[in-house]
Every structure is written in structure tokens, then in C-alpha cells.
């Protein structure tokens, strides 16, 4: 009867893909201990597990992930440097919680900032940075909740840039999972999340990492723990195998064992059961494409397939291609104008779409351009 129930209640949580039950390493929502919890490729954005993905809660220091990715984009922007050097404000010093005890007026880089940052989740550190990029705190959190918007996170309100519990804080695993995405893009990040151990001050001041997932799971590269009373024990993991980079989330576990489990537990899912495989371009995708009116009859196309696929295990070659074209595009025609895409499918389901560009600008003919071109042939007899 137990052994029933049990396969009652897999059959009933399966996550399935193309209509199709995933593999025999699976997890279940009744099987998962965090009360939250999402699955996600970095990739593509694929969901591959959940449990309440869109229930609002507190995070912690998982706050810190959305603090890190404004950082990023204003290095790969040129805004800021590595290199800049940031005095400390009284307000950044006054921080509690995990701190490296910054003093008003001390000078640390931007790059010290960051590795306290994230090797030791110092709420002082993080304070310190937003107000380098936003001249306050306040603006600074503004910022936050305004690119959280910007990438659909309509789960979440931050109040704060280093997630001390404060009413009206919160976010999901969804959220996290998104903003995460978008952090991964910055390889730079993984300099810091990937370390175990550093050090500032002249060696003396020691930050070690607070995911000891970095000591025990293949492929780990972050990305960011949290624990307060409010929130639980929280866990955002990165981890890379084979092309295949997935987030595991999960917000409110009891305590810092089931967090790392359950993360763990997670990866190890996504891992068994997917795989990436590169799309197999159709030949006509590639045909030029014809042009009505222009001057010129054809014109040569790119097609965007940058991006690989995520398939179960196995299925990479039963995916099937379409190209759908547009028949005699009008002129005039622009550089990467979008002319056709390649539907991508599995059992029926669309995997990934790619879009068929034109790789040069085609003039529409016109009373001027037709005197012209028959002048240049006047010129060249």
C-alpha cells in the first residue's frame, strides 16, 4: 500500500516534456522539503521543477544577487572600475548582521567590495557599493526594484540592498531564479562566487564563502545563501555540466542542512534528465531570400541559433525542424530584419525559435536609383 502511494504521488508531480515522463531520478513536490523551490536552465529560461515558484517570501541575503547584478552591468558598462576606490560612508559602516566591520572614512577597492560581497555576504560591503553607484542607498534600492521590474518580477519589492528582514522584503523562488539568470551572463561574477577562501587587508581580515557546496558538488559555481528569522535558510545554486547550466533555488528550509540538500537534490535532477544539443540548421534556412521590388532580386540571410537546445537525455535527434519564410519580402529590406524563423519541436512541443535575418540592406527601386544605375552602365561602355 505505501509503495503505492509513493508511485501515486510521483506519477501524479512528474514533470513531463513533450508529453513524456523524465527519466527515474526524480523529485516531487511532496519529496521537496523547502516550502519554495524552483528548476531552472540558465540557458533558455526553462523551468524544469517547482514547488510555489510565485509565493512571496523573504530571501535574506539572496537580496544580494540583484545588488550584484546592477554592479555588473555598470563594470561591462565602464561606469565603474575594479580598480575605483570607495570611502565609507557612516551609514554603510552601521550595517549589522554579516559585516567585515567597515570604519567611516576607510578606503576599499571596488573589487575588495565585492569579494566580501559575495565570499562573505557582508551587508556593510554591499551598502558600500550601491552607494558608489547611486550616490544613496535609497536611489540605490530604486534602481533595484526598478530592474526588477524590467525583467517581470512582479513577485518582488526590495527595501533594502542586503536583505536584513524588513517588512514588505520580499521576492520568489521565481524571481531569484530570473535575476540570477541574468547575473550569470557577467562570467566575472563566478571570480568571486567560485572562492573558497580570500582575503582583504593586508591578509587581516579572512573571508570564507558561506556555500559549502563549493567543497562538495560537481560543477558548483555559486551563487548565494541567506538566513534570517523571517526567512528560513535559503539557497541560490549555479552549477555547470556538459553545456548544461542550471539555478536551484530554494527559500524558507529549516535549516542550513535541507537548504544544501535540497539545492543539491535539485541539480542532480536537472543533470540526470537534460541534456544540450546543438540545432541542425535546415539547408533552406539558409537559401537567400527573395526580394519584390528592390535593387537587388535576392538577398543573403543569418539565422540567430546561438542558443543550444535543452532536451531530455536521448532525445537530441528525434528534434524536428521547420522553416517558416516570408515569400518575396517587399523592398526596401534592413540589415537584420527578421524574414522567417526555424520552429524547433519535440513530441509536438516547441523547444526554441530562431529567427531568420537579412545579413544586407536592400534599396527599394525607385525612378532616381534606376537613372543612376543606368548612368554608371553608360559610363563603364
Known sequence: MKLRKTAACFLASAITFAGLPLGASAVSAQEMKAPSAILMEAQTGKVLFEKNPHEKRACASITKVMTLLLVMEALDSGKIGLSDKVSVSQHAASMGGSQIWLKPGETMTVDDLLKATVIASANDCAVALGEYLAGSEEEFVAQMNSKAKQLHMNDTVFKNCYGLDEDGHVTSTWDIATMSR???????????????????????????????????????????????????????????????????????????????SSAASLLDYGFANWSVAVPSIPKEATNPAEVRNGMEKQVAVDVDSGTSLLVPKGKGGAVKYQVSMQKGVAAPVKK???????????????????????????EKISFSSVFHMLLLELLMK
Open 182 to 260: 541574468e547575473l550569470v551572463r557577467y562570467p566575472r561574477i563566478f571570480n568571486y562566487t567560485k572562492t573558497w577562501i580570500d582575503y582583504l587587508r593586508g591578509g587581516k581580515t579572512q573571508l570564507v564563502n558561506t556555500n559549502k557546496l563549493l567543497k562538495s558538488y560537481k560543477g558548483i559555481t555559486g551563487l548565494k545563501t541567506g538566513t534570517t528569522s523571517k526567512a528560513g535558510s535559503c539557497m541560490d545554486a549555479t552549477a555547470q555540466r556538459n553545456g548544461v547550466s542550471l539555478i536551484a533555488v530554494v527559500l524558507g528550509c529549516p535549516d542550513t542542512k535541507v537548504r544544501f
Open 336 to 362: 537584420g530584419q527578421v524574414l522567417g524563423k526555424i520552429i524547433c519541436t519535440l513530441g509536438g512541443e516547441t523547444l526554441q525559435e530562431y529567427n531568420i535575418r537579412a545579413k544586407t540592406s536592400v
